[in-house]
């Protein structure tokens, strides 16, 4: 009875065994199974773009899982594909892969189409068995240069290799069936359209003769005046056909003034023109500009008196113009250069040099400046303390100065005895207590801590100095 649940429980666990889905890992090699193929999708998702198909046997190795998808690399591609599609490939042990029969096609010229039809693939394990090794993928070699290439089969993670034979075009020659529509070139020109230019190719082996459009130009050279060979190159070095250019020069078609001067404004005692800043352009049937010197043009149309005023620019055979205003030259201002001495003391009589370095100047609206001595000036007036303004008038224009009266009495010393004792302490005293009033010249040496007013402060440091107890600076020491 024991052997009999034994073997019974056995006999379960090897149907749930074989019940039981392979656990696909990262790693592990897979191969299609699906007979319609699998799609490679962008994303773990049946709804995500599809990619590309992957044909049945193809092999495939998991980079990543989820949800029952792997994440896998194909033909270029990295996308996922659905786990229900493929089979586990393990224990099959592949060998390698044998070139049973190579394609059809295996000579072939430059820019020729690779063709594998007829290639036949076969799988070897290491068990001997031998398959068809269906699906397998083929590395298209280079088709645009010469020489043997070789061809690379993969499939199930191997790989072999076939050669194909790329030769060269069996051309003959090329001709030049019809010349551009246009046979001349601009000098200096940026660019030569050969419009219309028609070649043909010619070959040797029986082929019909072909016009072809991927030819190359050699030997324009666009700032040599005269006639030139070209050269037409197909495909190779010594495949060449050439027509005749004429490099003509270039001309002069417009002249322009990009720039006016910088002055624009004269006045009739300087009608000079100024050319500083100017900028004039010359343009080219070739398309291009170039700069024209201001002394090789030349300028018409003196300045004149009168408020407008034409320029008129020639170069080659081309004009510009321009505009500038003319007025007249009169005085606007007077400018002054000051006395030596602007400081008097008052009650000082002056004589005829108390001005002396006085220098009076017209300015001019051209900006020019000129001395005058054609000039009035106030009389300066020493009986009156403080800041006398003083007018200087020539004609219609005047202008002004600054000079000051002031006292030769020390200050402090408000009662002008020559001397800062207890009585002016005791006048300046009576000026804070707006007892007394001060005239200007007093409150000029009453103000000895310079605040612009007089207080008990200045009162008190008037008697300290009287007391030999504080020294009284002069102002501006």
């Not at 039981?20 to 191969?31: C, D, L």
């Amino acid at each position: 009875m024991m052997k009999k649940l034994v073997s019974a429980v056995l006999s379960a666990a090897l149907l749930l065994i074989c019940l039981v889905p392979h656990a696909f890992s990262v790693g592990e090699t897979y191969i299609v199974s699906a007979e319609a193929g699998a799609w490679l999708y962008y994303l773990n998702s049946e709804s995500s773009a599809k990619l590309a198909l992957v044909r049945k046997d193809t092999l495939l190795t998991a980079q990543e899982t989820s949800e029952g998808f792997i994440k896998t690399f194909y033909d270029g591609y990295v996308g996922w594909v659905l786990l229900s599609d493929l089979s586990s490939q393990e224990g099959n042990d592949l060998w390698g892969l044998l070139i049973e029969s190579p394609p059809d096609k295996t000579v072939y010229y430059e820019d020729d189409e690779f063709i594998s039809d007829g290639l036949a693939v076969t799988a070897v394990y290491n068990d001997g068995r031998r398959e068809n090794a269906a699906g397998f993928t083929v590395s298209a070699p280079d088709m645009h240069s010469v020489g043997k290439k070789n061809v690379v089969v993969a499939w199930g993670g191997k790989s072999a290799v076939f050669q194909i034979d790329v030769r060269r075009i069996p051309l003959d020659h090329i001709e030049i069936t019809s010349l551009p529509e246009k046979t001349t070139l601009i000098e200096d020109s940026d660019y030569y359209d050969y419009t219309g230019l028609a070649v043909t190719a010619y070959y040797s082996d029986g082929r019909p003769p072909a016009p072809v459009t991927d030819f190359t130009l050699e030997g324009i050279d666009r700032n040599a005046v005269g006639k030139q060979n070209v050269t037409v190159f197909y495909k190779y070095e010594d495949i060449s056909a050439s027509f005749e250019i004429e490099v003509v020069p270039k001309k002069e078609i417009n002249l322009r003034l990009t720039r006016i001067p910088d002055k624009t404004v004269y006045y009739e005692n300087n009608l000079t023109p100024d050319l500083t800043g100017i900028e004039l352009t010359v343009d080219y049937d070739n398309g291009k500009s170039a700069l024209v010197r201001p002394d090789k043009a030349e300028f018409r149309q003196p300045i004149s008196t009168t408020y407008k005023n034409t320029i008129l620019v020639y170069y080659s055979r081309f004009m510009t113009e321009y505009y500038v205003d003319v007025f007249a030259e009169e005085p606007v201002r007077l400018a002054l250069d000051l006395p030596a001495v602007t400081q008097f003391v008052v009650g000082t009589k002056l004589n005829e040099d108390a001005l002396l370095g006085l220098r009076v100047y017209k300015v001019y609206n051209s900006g020019r400046k000129e001395e005058t001595t054609d000039y009035i000036v106030d009389e300066i007036d020493t009986s009156v303390f403080g800041a006398q303004t003083i007018n200087v008038y020539c004609g219609d224009l005047s202008a002004a100065f600054n000079v000051s009266i002031v006292s030769d009495a020390p200050l402090g010393d408000v009662n002008h005895d020559g001397k800062v004792n207890s009585v002016d302490a005791r006048l300046t005293l009576r000026c804070a207590a707006r007892l007394t009033e001060f005239t200007d010249e007093q409150i000029s040496r009453g103000d000895v801590n310079a605040d612009g007013k007089i207080t008990t402060t200045d009162a008190r440091i008037i008697l300290r100095h009287a007391s030999h107890i504080e020294f009284i600076e002069e102002k501006g020491a």
